[in-house]
């Protein structure tokens, strides 16, 4: 029981703290779109400003998913009927089949048994993310391998089973036999133990973009010295912008 109420506790925490920063993502996006554009207007090139703010899109979406998780979860952990806790099931595999979609995707294989790597190579977490930290922010490639690995491992779950639900949450089916058979055959301890499991590799790269922009930040701060001694119009401007509470 105590470990419920905890659980139920620790969810309501994350959930705050999450939506609080989503609103502090939004704001920092805008901010350097705007400082951004005056590099541009300036003709300064900045290696890492747009790499910020793409990231920072990135985890401004993680933040999403980390919200709509704690969210279900509260809806399961408060349902007074197996209903409401299957619904509350069904909404939270919706989730993880979406979520892990659009941060690192599946893998398909062909006719011949090849696997087809097109769309998660494509993933903003192996295209994008990854030559930044193994080129030039080599300090956080031990993380970024760990969280890759456990993105990996995650497959080991039956992601068939999973769209299948999936499929029959958001579309239904004409035969409505379909869907009972899917209720029935929902085990709420196994699916929450995945969803779980998810949300931890959501936290990890949730926290593993905030070291990232750190990073970036440091390198934008090295910039700012070499700007200084082309424009000093452009530093005030910038600088203002920065220091906006």
Request: aromatic share 12%.
């Amino acid at each position: 029981m105590d470990h419920l109420i905890n659980l139920k506790e620790s969810i309501h925490n994350k959930l705050t703290e999450t939506v609080s920063d989503i609103e502090q993502s939004v704001g920092l996006i805008k901010r350097y779109e705007v400082i951004n554009e005056k590099f541009i207007e300036f003709k300064f090139h900045s290696e890492y400003l747009p790499s910020l703010i793409e990231t920072l899109k990135y985890r401004l979406f993680l933040g999403f998913l980390l919200s709509d998780i704690c969210s279900s979860l509260n809806v399961y952990n408060n349902a007074k009927t197996l209903y409401e806790e299957k619904f509350a099931i069904r909404n939270l595999i919706v989730i993880v089949n979406e979520g892990f979609k659009k941060i690192y995707n599946f893998t398909k294989a062909n006719e011949k048994g090849d696997v087809i790597l097109k769309h998660r190579n494509n993933s903003f977490w192996i295209k994008n993310i990854k030559p930044i930290v193994y080129n030039d922010i080599i300090i956080l490639k031990e993380n970024y391998d760990e969280i890759t690995k456990q993105l990996n491992d995650f497959l080991d779950f039956n992601f068939e089973d999973i769209k299948t639900t999936r499929d029959l949450s958001i579309h239904y089916d004409k035969n409505p036999i379909v869907i009972h058979k899917m209720m029935l055959n929902l085990d709420l301890e196994r699916e929450k133990e995945m969803v779980l499991k998810f949300m931890d590799i959501i936290n990890l790269m949730y926290y593993f973009t905030e070291k990232l922009c750190a990073e970036f930040l440091e390198e934008i701060d090295k910039s700012e010295i070499e700007l200084q001694k082309k424009n000093k119009e452009l530093t005030d401007e910038i600088q203002s912008l920065i220091n906006q509470k």
